[in-house]
Structure formats: C-alpha cells, structure tokens
C-alpha cells in the first residue's frame, strides 16, 4: 500500500469524515476550507488545517500528495481555477455526487490536473464537520470513475485512499455512473420532497385543508422512512440533483411513467399489483446486491475490464499481488 | 376504566399485537383465526384462541364483549356475516386500515352490529403473529371514528381500549381519515414502489440495461429509506392500498402534478428550489405535529367537538373525570 499524503479541500460531512479516516487509517493529511469556523473546529479536534486553499495546494504540489475535492459542485470551479494555478499537474480527485460534471470542470479550469473522479456512496441526513466520523465509509461503496484513457496511477491512489477508509471501490464509467445515481440517490430525494408535500396537503387539496392538522398527526412509520432524506438542507440536495440533470430528467420520466401508469390501473381497474409487485421484486434485487462478491485485481487491470466488474456487481477490496 | 372483555379476530401483527398488549393491561381476552398453524402458535405462547370466530363470538354475545376485526379488507365481509348470525348486536370496532369501506361493509353485513371504527397508526414491515409485540401500540396514535350518530358507549369502549395498549386517541370522521391515510400510508407505500422498480431499471430505460448491476451495488441510504416499505407483503398492501381508491386517486393526482412541475422547471431552468423546499417544510410541520399536546376530555363530549380536536392535533389520553 502507499503512504501518499492527502490533501482534502472542503470540511463538510464528506470531507471531514475523510480526513478522520484517512488519519485513523495512518496516513499525513492535511485540509483547508473556506469557512474560519469550521477551521477552528477541526484544529480543535486536532486536525492540520492550512490557512487557505493556497497553502494547502503549495504543500500538496511539493509533497506529490493526492488532492480530494470535498465541496459541493456550485464552489468547484473557483476550487479549480486555484488548483490550476498552485498545482497544474497534481494527482486530483473528488468525493462529489456527479461525474460527468466535474470531469467536464477539470477539463476546462484544470486541464493538466491528474484526475480521477471518486464518490463514496456513504452519507446521513446531517451535514457539516461537526456531523462527520472516521467511520463513515465503513463498508461503504466508493465508486471511482473507470473510463478509458484514465491515468492508472492515480487510479490506483484513490483506490488505496478508499480501502484506508475501509470502503469497497466500484469501478464505473461516469456517464453510467451518473446514471445510476440520478435513480438511487437523486430521485428518492425528489420523490421523498413531493411525498412530504403531498401528504402535508394544501388548502386546495382534498383532504388538505379540511382535515387540518390531521395528516401530520397520523403520519408514522411508511411517511417517516419515505421522506427522511427530506430533513436534509436543501442547498446540498438541489446541488446534487441540479447537477445531475440529464440523467435525473430520464429517471424522473421513467418514474412519472409508472406511477402515471398505477394511476391508470387504479382508475380503471382498481388494481395495483403490477406496481406493488414491481416494487418488491426490486428490493429482494437490491438485497441480492448486498451480498455481491467481494474480489481483488491486479494492479494492470485495464479500465474497460474494470467497468465490466463494476456492472456485474463485484466489489473491489484490494490487489491481487498473487 | 372499564374491564370489558375483548374478543380478537384476525392475529396477525395488529391483531397479534392487540391481544398481547390488552392481556398485559389486565383484559380478558379471547381470539379467534383462520389459521391452525397461527392458532397453535399462539396458544402455545399461552392465550386463549378458540376454535372458530362462530365459537369466539357465541362467547362475545354472553360476555357483552368488545369485538375487534384484525383481517385484511377483503376478508371481512366473510366474517361480519358471521358476526351477524350469531352475535347481531354485539360492540365491534376494527383495526383495519380504511374506515369508510368499513362502516359501508357494517351496515351492509352486520346492519344491527354497535359499530364504531377504530385504526392504530402502527406497524412494521413485518406481518404475522410472531412479528407482533404487546409494545406495539405504545405511544402510536390510534383513531377511533367520531361521525355525528356515533355510539358514545362503543366509542368509550374502544377508546379505553387505545389507552389500555399505550396508545393516544385521535378522533376523525371516516372520510377524513381515509383522505389522511391514503396521503401518509397508501401513497408512501406506492412511492416505495414505483421507486424501486425505477431505480432497479430495465432494458429500456437509460441507465438501466447498459449499467446492469450497477445502480443495485451503489444504493444505499436515500434509496434504502425511501423503499423500506416495498418490503412489506404485497397482498398486504394492495389489501389497503386498493380498498381507499378513491381517496388514494386524489392523493396520486396531486402528487403526480408535483412531480410533473418538478420535471418541467429540471427541464426548463434547471431548478428544483420550490420542490426541495416545499418537502423540507413539510418534514419540519411534521416534527412540531409529533409535539402535540396531549388532552383528556369529559366523557359526554359531542361528536363533532371531537372531531375538532382531531384537526387541531390534540391527542386523547383519557377522561377528564374533574
């Protein structure tokens, strides 16, 4: 394994959470952030924080450290113009939602960058320093983007950073990547607001305005679990989603699609069970991919080898050194 | 309080539960089930099941005991027949899910039957008698019907009995509470649904075939809390989901109209800021509602004053005997 510093841009739950771990895990690390009151905190609780993103790049620059982007997509071209300037060719990546996007913004405000493009799929409802943990990518899937023509090295230095964090690496192109997180994170977010909202109901609702408060009183259980992601500060879920159009739009089609079509089966029969049972069959599926084969590769594996394990579902937990 | 005797039919997981939680508050308590294997189950756990809901409610008629209905809906026109033949005047309520259906299928099955509807808003995704717990009900909002004509009596009857399990008392007229529960129950579990199948994909849907196993390895919080209930038995679902059609309709309408304008401005301007916000309010509304003042009432309060204190949020937790 490597002993490569890391220097991680951005302290909110992601990036804070990684820097914890990625000390845990043993390795130097350092951080910068553009809020003075999250510095504070994370010095506080030990942490090397430099003074700015600057004098964070210039150590990165002299120590060949790898550079993780933790903020959201909104701040990321300024981040990179800074990156560009201080660390033209340094090894980069990033832990934000979308893929093409941010390959898309490497290539035009920091096009000698290293980059290779990461998401580890972990997060809660909190956001901010305060919120995050060493823990938080424990068995955890980090997807890092596998398309042709990526720089094998640095490949394989944000492999090593997840495995430290004890996450799993899932390699995926970026656009399929995108793709798949528009149906599995960004969509329930959408569905979860309208649920919420729908449920609420509104004066020119039926059952809004003449039931009161009767709704909210009763809602447990299904309304609870269905609109938790809800509770997260719209700012990051607009981000994300926002970021992610193309590939949203043709999720939120295709579930407009179904549920207009339950709704017509509802009208007109009266019958749900091709919905219901649609839905029930795709947990067990999901379930099924939790036990996925855990593998190891050799360090030459090529990209289009890797993406071809990420589709079949293997997880990737280190190198295959045999 | 009352020591009226309770008479169960149906033990699945709310009538399971029921029949543990009003033994342990010192009822007496008899059951009846169409199932053998359930019957010896619980007999086994030591409760008295009798041999067929005829023989549990010869036993209801000379005891003057409070008959609950535990089946799904489509099981309990069968049953109220029964309920008519051998037991025509006997105090019933249920804990099935809708509760207009209900009162139709009363007048139309057991015409004579004291008939006050009753549905703890409780649950798990889980069914049966082993997944019941005599906990079930504690601190769960139990409404119990309070239409103009109602049985005071029966309604003393049943909400005693939510207070003997833990519950607190929510009083609503029937349409009012299914317009609710279609909105905070059916409509959830639909989004469940229609969530997962999307997300799960399928070869003509974009991102589905080409990524394969990809999205089912990258899922995990928002997809895993937003689909929980699509666990749930689906014959379970579609039993309460297709018996409120025409309130889940209007339920479905308005979310798919919130959906559908979340598409048009992703499409047209790229934001999604009145969508993220509306669901993010509504968790908010949601929270204060679970801090509702808890109240006790006269027993001689009218109909519609409850029903009041229903839309205003207040929940019952007795008599006010002063």
Same mark, same amino acid.
């Given at each position: 394994?490597?002993?490569?510093?890391?220097?991680?841009?951005?302290?909110?739950?992601?990036?804070?959470?990684?820097? *914890?771990?990625?000390?845990?895990?043993?390795?130097?690390?350092?951080?910068?952030?553009?809020?003075? /009151?999250?510095?504070?905190?994370?010095?506080?609780?030990?942490?090397?924080?430099?003074? @700015? @993103?600057? !004098?964070?790049?210039?150590?990165?620059?002299?120590?060949?450290?790898?550079?993780?982007? #933790?903020? $959201?997509?909104?701040?990321?071209?300024?981040?990179?113009?800074?990156?560009?300037?201080?660390? $033209?060719?340094?090894?980069?990546?990033?832990?934000?939602?979308?893929?093409?996007?941010?390959?898309?913004?490497? !290539?035009?405000?920091? &096009?000698?960058?290293?980059?290779?493009?990461?998401?580890?799929?972990?997060?809660?409802?909190?956001?901010?320093?305060?919120?995050?943990?060493?823990?938080?990518?424990?068995?955890? @899937?980090?997807?890092?983007?596998?398309?042709?023509?990526?720089?094998?090295?640095?490949?394989?230095?944000?492999? !090593?950073?997840?495995?430290?964090?004890?996450?799993?690496?899932?390699?995926?192109?970026?656009?399929?990547?995108?793709?798949?997180?528009?149906?599995?994170?960004?969509? &329930?977010?959408?569905?979860?607001?309208?649920?919420?909202?729908?449920? %609420?109901?509104?004066?020119?609702?039926?059952?809004?305005? #003449?039931?009161?408060?009767?709704?909210?009183?009763?809602?447990? #259980?299904?309304?609870?679990?269905?609109?938790?992601?809800?509770?997260?500060?719209?700012?990051?879920?607009?981000?994300?989603?926002? #970021? @992610?159009?193309?590939?949203?739009?043709? %999720?939120?089609?295709?579930?407009?699609?179904?549920?207009?079509?339950?709704?017509?089966?509802?009208?007109?029969?009266?019958?749900? /069970?091709?919905?219901?049972? %649609?839905?029930?069959?795709? *947990?067990?599926?999901?379930?099924?991919?939790?036990?996925?084969?855990?593998?190891?590769? &050799?360090?030459?594996? &090529?990209?289009?080898?890797?993406?071809?394990?990420?589709?079949?579902?293997?997880?990737?937990?280190?190198?295959?050194?045999?």
């Amino acid at each position: 394994m490597t002993s490569r510093p890391i220097c991680v841009l951005g302290l909110g739950l992601i990036g804070g959470s990684l820097v *914890r771990a990625a000390v845990a895990a043993g390795r130097t690390v350092w951080a910068a952030t553009a809020s003075e /009151a999250t510095a504070s905190a994370a010095r506080a609780d030990g942490y090397d924080v430099a003074a @700015n @993103n600057d !004098e964070a790049l210039v150590r990165a620059q002299d120590a060949d450290a790898l550079v993780v982007l #933790g903020m $959201p997509l909104p701040a990321v071209p300024g981040v990179l113009r800074r990156v560009h300037a201080v660390a $033209p060719h340094c090894r980069l990546t990033d832990v934000v939602s979308v893929k093409a996007a941010m390959r898309d913004a490497v !290539e035009r405000y920091a &096009p000698t960058a290293r980059y290779v493009g990461g998401h580890p799929m972990a997060g809660t409802a909190e956001s901010g320093w305060a919120a995050g943990s060493g823990t938080l990518f424990g068995g955890a @899937n980090w997807v890092v983007a596998a398309d042709d023509g990526t720089d094998a090295e640095v490949w394989a230095d944000v492999a !090593e950073l997840a495995w430290d964090c004890g996450a799993r690496v899932v390699p995926a192109g970026a656009e399929e990547h995108d793709a798949a997180v528009a149906r599995i994170s960004h969509l &329930p977010h959408l569905l979860a607001a309208v649920l919420a909202a729908t449920a %609420a109901g509104d004066p020119s609702a039926p059952g809004g305005d #003449g039931a009161g408060a009767l709704p909210m009183t009763l809602a447990a #259980g299904s309304f609870a679990d269905g609109t938790r992601v809800a509770d997260t500060r719209p700012e990051l879920v607009l981000a994300m989603c926002e #970021g @992610n159009r193309p590939a949203l739009l043709a %999720a939120v089609d295709d579930a407009l699609g179904r549920l207009g079509a339950a709704r017509g089966s509802l009208a007109s029969t009266g019958g749900l /069970a091709a919905t219901v049972n %649609a839905g029930h069959r795709a *947990r067990q599926q999901w379930r099924a991919a939790r036990s996925a084969v855990e593998l190891k590769v &050799p360090r030459d594996t &090529p990209m289009a080898r890797l993406r071809e394990l990420g589709r079949e579902g293997q997880l990737l937990v280190g190198w295959d050194e045999g």
